[in-house]
C-alpha cells in the first residue's frame, strides 16, 4: 500500500507522521531548516518561498504555542495565514470533519494544519483531499490524539542533530508520561530512522506500554538505571488531568521517582542535553534547577522549532 504522505515520486506531499518515512525525507527536512536558522543561531530569517499561499490553521483541540509557532512560521515564508478556532464554530453547528474541509477547500486553501483530539483525523482529511483530486492541498499533523506530532518530533531531532551533530553514536533517554505522549511516539519513530543505535523510555509500568519494547527500545522503570551514561534526555509533559486515579497516586510522588533533578542528571554524560516539549510542570517532571541551567536546551527546541516548520511547509509547497 502506497505511504499517503508521498507522492508518485517520493516527495513529500502531507506531512502525518514520522513513522514510515525514509531517511533521507526526514534528512531533506532537517537540512532545509538548517537554511533558514542565521549564524546568530537566535534568529530564523524570512523568505519569500510561500507568496501568495494560504496556510489554514485547523485546530479543534487547544494549543496556543504550537498554533503560535505555526503562524510564525508560515509568515517568515511570506504565506497568508488564517486561524480558525474550529470548536466555537462550524463543530458547534453540527457541521462535519469533511464538510469543513471542503468549504475551506472552496476558499482556494493550499495548506491546511491539523490539531485534532482525535487519533487519524489528519489522515482522514488528507485521504479525502486525495479522494476529491485535491492534489494541491497540503495537510501537516499539528498533533492528532495520542497519536502522532511529528514536527515537534523533527524539532527534537533538528536540536539533537545541532548539539551532538553525530546521531549515530547517542543514547537517548525519554522519560515520563509515554503511554498518552504522541511526542514520544513521534521521537521514538525518527530516532530509530536517523540511526541512534540505544533508545531509552523510563517511567513508572503504568505510563510504559510494554509493547514499546517492539519499537527497539529499552525499557527502564527505575530512572538512577535509566539514565547512567546517556547523552540526551527528553522530559516528557506530564498532564495535570491524569494525576489522580489508578495511573498515578500524585504529583509529588511522581516527582519523587521520576522527576529530573541535579542530583539525577549527574548520572548521565558530563556534556548530556536535556529537552522538554513543553509546557513544562516545574516540581513534577523538572526541578527549576534544571530547567534553568547550563545543560536546558529547551528555548532553542521553540527557536528550531519555527525553522523546522518553515522546512515542513516549503517542500510540502514546492512539491
Known amino acids: 500500500m502506497p ?16 513513522e514510515g518515512l525514509p531517511r533521507d525525507v526526514l534528512t531533506h527536512i532537517l537540512d532545509t531548516a538548517s537554511s533558514f536558522v542565521s549564524i546568530s543561531d537566535r534568529e530564523v530569517k524570512k523568505v519569500p518561498l510561500m507568496r501568495g499561499k494560504s496556510v489554514f490553521n485547523l485546530f ?16 517568515r515564508l511570506s504565506a497568508d495565514v488564517i486561524n480558525l478556532n474550529i470548536d466555537a464554530s462550524s463543530a458547534s453547528k453540527g457541521e462535519s470533519l469533511l464538510d469543513t474541509i471542503d468549504n475551506l ?8 494544519v491539523v490539531r485534532h483530539a482525535e487519533s487519524g483525523a ?32 523533527l524539532l527534537d531531532m533538528f536540536t539533537i542533530r545541532h548539539y551532538k551533530q553525530d546521531l549515530s553514536r547517542l543514547t537517548v533517554a525519554i522519560v515520563g508520561d509515554v503511554l498518552h505522549s504522541r511526542v514520544a511516539r513521534s521521537d521514538i519513530h525518527a530516532l530509530k530512522a536517523l540511526g541512534v543505535p540505544e533508545v531509552r523510555v523510563i517511567g513508572p509500568r503504568t505510563l510504559v506500554p510494554p509493547s514499546l519494547a517492539d519499537l527497539g527500545v529499552q525499557i527502564y522503570t527505575d530512572m538512577a538505571e535509566g539514565l547512567k551514561n546517556v547523552d540526551v534526555i527528553i522530559m516528557l509533559r506530564l498532564q495535570n488531568e491524569r494525576m489522580s486515579g489508578t495511573l498515578l497516586p500524585s504529583a509529588q510522588e511522581f516527582f519523587k521517582n521520576y522527576g529530573l533533578t541535579m542530583e539525577r542528571l549527574a548520572l548521565a554524560k558530563p556534556d548530556a542535553i536535556v529537552m522538554h516539549p513543553g509546557p513544562m510542570n516545574r516540581g ?20 528550531y522549532g519555527i525553522a ?11 512539491n
Not at 488528507?126 to 495520542?146: F, S, Y
Not at 518553515?310 to 509547497?317: F, K, N, T
Request: aromatic share 4%; no cysteine.
Open 60 to 75: 479543534f483541540e487547544n494549543s496556543t504555542r504550537t498554533r503560535t509557532t505555526f503562524e510564525i512560521a508560515a509568515k
Open 105 to 112: 477547500a472552496a476558499m482556494h486553501a493550499d495548506m491546511f
Open 3 to 18: 505511504n499517503p504522505q508521498l507522492n508518485q515520486h517520493g516527495e513529500l506531499q502531507h506531512l502525518l507522521t514520522i
Open 284 to 303: 513534577v517532571e523538572i526541578d527549576s534547577a534544571v530547567a534553568d541551567g547550563s545543560q536546558a536546551v529547551i528555548l532553542s527546541q521553540v527557536t
Open 308 to 318: 523546522v516548520r518553515m522546512a515542513v511547509m516549503s517542500i510540502l509547497a514546492g
Open 122 to 153: 489528519p489522515f482522514l482529511i488528507a485521504q479525502h483531499l486525495i479522494d476529491t483530486r485535491q492534489h494541491h492541498i497540503h495537510v501537516v499533523n499539528a498533533g492528532d490524539g495520542r497519536h502522532a506530532h511529528p514536527t515537534q518530533g
